[in-house]
């Protein structure tokens, strides 16, 4: 299983970001989907999940702000991020749950004021 995210970069607070988690060996459609964010010096963060029926789920912090959704012919999850704050500055690592939880390396977002 391979997750490769990608999207991250520098934006002003305000502005949106879309970052994508493109799939291999996994079939996103039959599986949880999701993201979490790592801040320097902070826990890691759930932030938003996508269940095999296409249910979402989001954490307190980024609901009403951020939206995930997937595309299965792509076998791609994307997290979009509008109106960004500086707290949401974060390594973002996207996820897959099967039996076990297998873990992307992560896209950095940074949020200047």
């Known amino acids: 299983v391979q997750l490769q995210a990608y999207g991250g970069g520098l934006v002003q607070a305000g502005g949106s970001l879309r970052l994508s988690c493109a799939a291999s060996g996994i079939r996103i459609s039959n599986n949880v989907m999701g993201w979490y964010r790592q801040a320097p010096g902070k826990q890691r963060e759930w932030v938003a999940s996508?269940?095999?029926?296409?249910?979402?789920n989001y954490g307190a912090s980024v609901k009403g702000r951020f939206t995930i959704s997937r595309d299965d012919a792509k076998n791609t999850v994307y997290l979009q991020m509008n109106s960004l704050k500086p707290e949401d500055s974060a390594v973002y690592l996207c996820?897959?749950?099967?039996?076990?939880?297998?873990w992307g390396h992560g896209t950095l977002v940074t949020v200047s004021s």
């Open positions: 996820y897959g749950s099967t039996t076990q939880i297998y």
């Open positions: 996508i269940l095999s029926g296409g249910i979402t």
